[in-house]
Antibody, heavy 121, light 107 residues
């Protein structure tokens, strides 16, 4: 079964750091472009970041640029999001998602269940 | 950045109604547009990609159309399982943006 499972969310103080993981299974992970998307409580979807299959290219939304780092370990079939200098406005459910076609920038066909990040003192 | 604007924000409809949601892009995105359905507490689900292509397993009552800057999602006959929030998303070039969402409620 094709699946993405996020982990690593939790409560962190403002200014703190957290690393999210997204474990992939059921497909050839290294060939797919992967994304992070977040959703603040009661709000819409917000795009966060993307990484190509080799990890050679990344892109970040302006709201997280310089604070978040996306990476992947293809030997472990795992996607990561290292989040630093966290702010109250970063509080959200974080989803990882797969681009539909290997190697192609495409719609997101597989999503994880999400992991909640809460930022509060 | 490309902005995506959905209308309406909320839509009240009855089972069996034909429902149309509109999404406008701030600049041309060709047909690089997707539609997602999201239910409370769940991850989004892909319905339509490349503006009009139906994702595998999605009922044929869902359809998408449009190109350039104007796009629509149509549900031909609303079913009880379709009450949810719908998002458009552009994926033109190295850029991704979601619309603000349209909540489809029971009338």
């Amino acid at each position: 079964e094709v699946q993405l499972v996020e982990s690593g969310g939790g409560l962190v103080q403002p200014g703190g750091s957290l690393r999210l993981s997204c474990a992939a299974s059921g497909f050839t992970f290294s060939t797919y472009i992967m994304h992070w998307v977040r959703q603040a409580p009661g709000k819409g979807l917000e795009y966060v970041s993307v990484i190509t299959g080799t990890g050679g290219n990344t892109y970040y939304a302006n709201s997280v640029k310089g604070r978040f780092t996306i990476s992947r370990d293809n030997s472990k079939n795992t996607l990561y999001l290292q989040m630093g200098n966290l702010r109250a406005e970063d509080m959200a459910v974080y989803y990882c998602a797969r681009a539909r076609v290997p190697g192609i920038h495409d719609a997101f066909d597989i999503w994880g269940q999400g992991t909640m990040v809460a930022v509060s003192s | 950045d490309i902005q995506m604007t959905q209308s309406p924000s909320t839509l009240s409809a009855s089972v069996g109604d034909r429902v149309t949601i509109t999404c406008r892009a701030s600049q041309s995105i060709s047909t690089w547009l997707a539609w997602y359905q999201q239910k409370p507490g769940k991850a989004p689900k892909l319905l339509i990609y490349k503006a009009s292509s139906l994702e595998s397993g999605v009922p044929s009552r869902f359809s998408g159309s449009g190109s350039g800057t104007e796009f629509t999602l149509t549900i031909s006959s609303l079913q009880p399982d379709d009450f949810a929030t719908y998002y458009c998303q552009q994926y033109n070039s190295y850029s991704w943006t979601f619309g603000q969402g349209t909540k489809v409620e029971i009338k």
